[in-house]
């Protein structure tokens, strides 16, 4: 059966030929599905093989091409960094944002109200890997120690991504934007103050968690 249309004609033939196949059905087969990916069972995808390089998720060229960028440094031990890009990519889900998790909410529930994702999503449990979806957010590139790279999902007036990065002793959080038209600019405008607090206090909170690893 297709999804819409049938689309084969169903008949006895595979119970003749596969007399001890139990065959499972497909509302049963979803459920076992949901399951496994609940219970982090799910081991691979089909496009492990392509070395993370797919997975309905293209190369993003565009991030070089933004027309804003906001970037947030702090030093740190260089020995922490491991440290660091762990709790990087914990975040999302159950877990929060590390600061001023009631203002992620706000923008979920606004994000939600205007027919985005919001934070429904959550994340899937385990280590994060290329393709997946962290709250209104998907995971665009990872470089172990050195880059965590998501783009938004949410509703906004233009394209946005938040990348982690390490660097030697710097540790920084950027935002990229690229605006679509005069509301993508006054929505950057807007947002820059946000950023300048919440991002400081990130950052502090992921050393803070950082340090209690070692």
């Known amino acids: 059966m297709g999804l819409k ?3 084969i004609i169903e008949n006895s033939n595979a ?4 007399p001890d196949v139990k065959v499972t059905e497909f509302e049963e ?3 076992l599905s ?3 990916i609940k219970k982090n069972q799910v081991i691979s995808r089909w496009c492990d093989s392509s070395k993370s390089q797919v997975c309905d998720v293209p190369f993003v060229p565009e991030v070089s091409k933004a027309i804003y ?5 702090t030093k740190i031990d260089e020995d922490k960094a491991y440290n660091i890009f762990q709790v990087c990519k914990s975040a999302g889900g159950e877990n929060g944002w590390f600061a001023l998790n009631f203002l992620w909410g706000i923008r979920g529930l606004i994000d939600k109200l205007v027919g985005g994702y919001g934070l429904n999503r959550g ?3 385990g280590d994060l890997r290329i393709g997946d979806s ?3 957010w998907k995971v665009i590139d ?5 880059r965590l790279l998501l783009e938004a999902q949410m509703r906004l007036p233009g394209k946005a991504w938040l990348e982690f990065s390490i660097l030697d002793d710097d540790f920084t959080i950027t935002a990229y934007f690229y605006p679509k038209g005069l509301a993508g600019r006054i929505y950057w405008y807007l947002m820059l103050p946000f950023h300048k607090i919440i991002f400081k206090l990130m950052q502090k909170d992921i050393i803070r968690q950082a340090n209690e690893l070692s």
């Open 142 to 146: 990872i470089v172990e120690n050195k």
């Open 29 to 31: 087969a979803v459920r």
């Open 69 to 73: 960028v906001d970037r947030y440094f």
């Open 15 to 18: 119970k003749k030929i596969f």
């Open 134 to 136: 962290i709250d209104f």
């Open 123 to 125: 994340r899937r449990k």
């Open 34 to 36: 949901i399951e496994e």
């Open 5 to 7: 249309h049938e689309s």
